[in-house]
């Protein structure tokens, strides 16, 4: 079993990709140790993303209020729109269903 940063770092990956299929410009924003966001840019958009990634039966346990206040706040200084990416993996860490978006 892959340890929590590794399932966080794949998930951040399954999501930067996505994003990159969707016409997004993306840069990992590397807050601390254990925190990856992901910037993503288009002509009318710019997104800071928090993933959340759980590995099946776990699912992905959504920002905290208090997380949320933070990680809005890092977006609006920088001018981002503040979102969460929830994804779950399967034992061989691949992407189960679609990735659930929620706009903070």
């Not at 999501?15 to 254990?34: I, Y």
Request: hydrophobic share 45%.
């Amino acid at each position: 079993m892959d340890n929590v940063v590794d399932v966080g770092s794949i998930g951040v990956r399954i999501v930067a990709q996505w994003l990159s299929r969707q016409g997004f410009r993306t840069r990992m924003n590397f807050v601390l140790s254990s925190t990856t966001d992901i910037e993503a840019v288009d002509q009318n958009t710019k997104m800071l993303i928090q993933v959340r990634t759980a590995v099946l039966p776990a699912e992905p346990a959504p920002l905290t209020a208090k997380e949320v206040a933070l990680f809005q706040s890092r977006a609006w200084d920088k001018n981002f729109e503040p979102w969460e990416a929830m994804i779950q993996l399967d034992s061989s860490n691949a992407i189960i269903g679609q990735i659930m978006w929620r706009k903070l």
